[in-house]
């Protein structure tokens, strides 16, 4: 099972390739800005917690809980970040799409939009799940706005869900989609 989830998705906008400990020093340019974890559950621009985070990402790739994959943009052949789909139940038929972070160069410039659509697509039509979910911070509008964009259902919130890295007890917001929305939503990805 790890073998499917050790895979690279590639689109004409962005390549998402296996994680890897190679990646850690182009990664870390891009997590020192603290302005990228103010909703963080870790805050990756302390020394020593971008490489916890890639260790914890591999291992739970290994036990097939997760895939993990640093984003290329691929129009300025650059890494832009690292994102997830994690949380994986294969009995329940569903995972979870997060911990994804970009570059503010890379924020708004629709390569977000491109690497959601590749995990949708990958998560229903090659892992075969019934339901993928997404979650932010209910402070986080810009999140919030964006899993709306692409057509994610606003479920509900969970309230003081989750300490993040300073200790702040978070109201949880969770997105989701259904596989068999998926026809639908796909069809209008980018309109």
């Known amino acids: 099972m790890t073998e499917i ?27 020192n800005d603290p302005a990228l974890w103010i909703y963080g559950l870790s805050d990756l621009s302390h020394p020593g917690e971008l ?4 260790g914890k990402a591999l291992a739970d790739r290994e ?20 994102t997830r789909l994690a949380e994986i139940s294969w009995k329940d038929e569903r995972g979870q799409i997060g911990w994804t972070w970009l570059g503010k160069e890379f ?4 390569l977000n939009k491109a690497v959601k659509y590749l995990i949708l697509e990958y998560g229903f039509d090659k892992l075969d799940l019934n339901r993928i979910e997404l979650k932010a911070d209910e402070r986080n509008l ?10 994610a259902t606003e479920e509900g919130t969970l309230r003081q869900h989750m300490k993040i890295h300073d200790g702040y ?22 309109d």
Do not use: H
């Not at 490489?51 to 890639?54: A, C, G, L, Q």
């Not at 810009?142 to 057509?151: D, E, F, N, T």
């Open 51 to 54: 490489r916890k985070y890639i």
């Open 5 to 31: 989830l050790n895979c690279t998705l590639e689109n004409i906008r962005v390549l998402l390739r296996p994680l890897a400990f190679t990646d850690e020093a182009e990664l870390q340019i891009i997590a």
């Open 142 to 151: 810009q999140s919030r706005k964006a899993m709306k964009s692409i057509g």
């Open 169 to 190: 007890l978070r109201n949880t917001v969770f997105y989701s989609f259904l596989k068999s929305e998926w026809e639908e939503i796909k069809g209008r990805f980018f």
């Open 63 to 82: 036990t097939a809980n997760c895939a993990v994959w640093t984003i290329i943009d691929k129009r300025t052949n650059k890494i832009a970040g690292c």
């Open 107 to 110: 924020q708004g410039t629709g």
